[in-house]
């Protein structure tokens, strides 16, 4: 129904920024809830930042005042600004989307913070 292609991982040093991307495809972006995930080898897959169909915002204690999570409706595409990162930032990185309980997960993208 709705498919999700993370991008904009990769490295950078610890206090760098970095803005990851979730573009959706094949079904009406809107009526998703969104949210990113992480994780690293080893560790649960947390919660890092939501957003509702109507722009409401949550986040993670580890990452609050560094990270904005935001959505662009008419480009299919939800972003995760993050910036101060520290190395415990490392770890995948995924998109999902959520409709009726139903979940949708993308295939992540590797964000790693290292000098």
């Known amino acids: 129904q709705v498919q999700l292609v993370e991008s904009g991982g990769g490295l950078v040093q610890p206090g760098g920024s970095l803005r990851l991307s979730c573009a959706g495809s094949?079904?009406?972006?809107?009526?998703?809830?969104m949210g990113w995930y992480r994780q690293a080898p080893g560790n649960q897959r947390e919660m890092v930042a939501r957003?509702?169909?109507?722009?409401?915002?949550n986040y993670a204690d580890s990452v609050k005042g560094r990270v904005t999570i935001s959505r662009d409706n008419a480009k299919n595409t939800v972003y995760l600004q993050m910036n101060s990162l520290k190395p415990e930032d490392t770890g995948v990185y995924y998109c999902?989307?959520?409709?009726?309980?139903?979940?949708?997960w993308g295939q992540g993208t590797q964000v790693t913070v290292s000098s």
């Open positions: 957003i509702t169909t109507g722009g409401r915002t």
């Open positions: 999902k989307a959520s409709f009726n309980q139903v979940a949708y």
């Open positions: 094949g079904s009406i972006f809107s009526i998703y809830h």
